[in-house]
């Protein structure tokens, strides 16, 4: 099995920054894309931001030019840094990766448990 946790949640006033994490660990021998998603209170679950393993990133424009995705394969990581935040970003955010596992010919995806994120004055 594959665990993902995520980390680096919290409240935050509008304007101000965080760096999300999310280290994978468990039967791992490879994970190709890693992604952000957000789902706010109501709300259907949305892509926040997504990198491939060689580094390639995909961003909708409401995130571009304020979210950066990055990741560490080493360390089996993807970061997520959010900068210029508005209330428009409250939602808890979770993170997923396609895993190969070496047990079958295919990756599966996995999902955090998602992490808090507020934004407000």
């Known amino acids: 099995q594959v665990q993902l946790v995520e980390s680096g949640g919290g409240l935050v006033q509008p304007g101000g920054s965080l760096r999300l994490s999310c280290a994978a660990s468990?039967?791992?021998?490879?994970?190709?894309?890693m992604a952000w998603y957000c789902q706010a209170p109501g709300k259907e679950r949305k892509l926040v931001a997504r990198?491939?393993?060689?580094?390639?990133?995909v961003y909708p424009d409401s995130v571009k030019g304020r979210f950066t995705i990055s990741r560490d394969n080493a360390k089996n990581t993807v970061y997520l840094q959010m900068d210029s935040l508005t209330p428009e970003d409250t939602a808890v955010y979770y993170c997923?990766?396609?895993?190969?596992?070496?047990?079958?010919?295919?990756?599966?995806?996995?999902w955090g448990r998602g992490t808090p994120v507020t934004v407000s004055s």
């Open positions: 990198i491939t393993r060689g580094g390639s990133t």
């Open positions: 468990g039967r791992i021998v490879s994970i190709n894309d």
């Open positions: 997923n990766a396609d895993v190969f596992d070496g047990m079958r010919p295919y990756t599966n995806t996995y």
